[in-house]
C-alpha cells in the first residue's frame, strides 16, 4: 500500500525561499500547525540549510604532501627546453599548493549571536513569524508537545505589556529549537530556547548585530536568545520580567 503524503508539501520548499505571496503563505503556516507531514518537512530542510551553511567539508593534507611540497619550493628550477613547453614541475608544484592552501583552509563557524540575528530576519518574511497564532500560553506550550524532545517554559508577561502572541519551530545549529514569540508594542520579540549543553545559570549577557537587539541568558537547563529591534533598555526588562515570572 503506498503511504499518502500532504499534497501540501511541495509548497514547504517555496515558502522558505520565499516565494509564495503573504496570502499563500499564511495558509500555509495555518496548514502547518496541524499538518506532521509538513511540520517535519520544514524542520528538516531548516536542519539541513543550516549544517550546510556550518558544514566544514575540507580535509586536512597530509603530511607527506606538506614535505612534498617543501621540497618541490626548495628545488631548483631546469632550464626552459623550449619556448612552448611550459615546466610541468613548475606548474605541478603551484597546482600541489593551490590544493593545499584549500584543504587547509578552516572556514569559520557561525557564532549563535549571527545565526539568531538570521532565524529572527527569517521570521518577519511574510507568515513566517508564527505556526501557532495565540496569547494563551496553555495553548501554546501543549503545541510543541510531540514536535520537540524538551518541553519549552512558556511565560505570559501580558500584565507587563510584553503579551504573546504564537510560537513557532525553528532550527538552530542543526537542532529544532522552540521561537516563542511576545511583542513590546509593535515590535516583535523572538525568544528562542532550547535544552543547554553546559550546566549553571547565568546573568543576562546583551548584544546588538546588524541593527538588532539580543540577549542571552542561560537558566534551569535552558539556553536563551531574545532578539529584536526593541530599543535595547526595553528588550533588557523584558529579559528581567521573563526571568522573574513564574
Not at 518541553?151 to 529544532?176: C, I, S, Y
Amino acid at each position: 500500500m503506498i503511504e499518502e503524503r500532504c499534497p501540501m508539501l511541495l509548497l514547504v520548499q517555496a515558502d522558505i525561499d520565499g516565494e509564495l505571496d503573504a496570502g499563500r503563505a499564511a495558509d500555509l503556516i495555518r496548514h502547518r500547525a496541524d499538518c506532521p507531514d509538513c511540520q517535519a518537512a520544514y524542520a528538516e530542510i531548516m536542519m539541513l540549510r543550516d549544517r550546510l551553511r556550518a558544514a566544514d567539508l575540507r580535509e586536512k593534507a597530509p603530511q607527506s604532501l606538506r614535505r612534498f611540497l617543501a621540497q618541490q619550493s626548495a628545488a631548483p628550477i631546469a632550464p626552459r627546453v623550449s619556448r612552448w613547453r611550459p615546466q610541468i614541475g613548475l606548474f605541478a608544484g603551484m597546482a600541489l599548493a593551490a590544493g593545499l592552501a584549500l584543504a587547509i583552509y578552516r572556514p569559520p563557524m557561525p557564532d549563535p549571536l549571527g545565526l539568531v540575528v538570521d532565524a529572527h530576519v527569517r521570521s518577519l518574511q511574510a507568515g513566517h513569524l508564527e505556526d501557532v497564532i495565540s496569547t494563551d500560553r496553555h495553548t501554546v506550550k501543549p503545541w510543541f508537545e510531540g514536535k520537540l524532545d524538551f518541553a519549552p517554559p512558556v511565560k505570559d508577561l501580558a500584565a507587563e505589556n510584553f503579551p504573546l502572541t504564537g510560537g513557532r519551530l525553528d532550527v538552530m545549529q542543526g537542532r529544532p529549537v522552540a521561537a516563542l514569540i511576545y511583542r513590546g508594542g509593535t515590535h516583535p520579540i523572538n525568544l528562542l530556547v532550547w535544552p543547554a549543553k553546559e550546566s549553571g545559570d547565568t546573568e543576562i549577557q546583551a548584544e546588538s548585530k546588524n541593527g538588532f537587539n539580543t540577549l542571552h541568558w542561560r537558566l534551569n537547563g535552558m539556553e536563551f536568545w531574545a532578539v529584536s529591534d526593541l530599543e535595547p533598555g526595553q528588550l533588557k526588562n523584558f529579559g528581567r520580567l521573563w526571568r522573574a515570572a513564574p
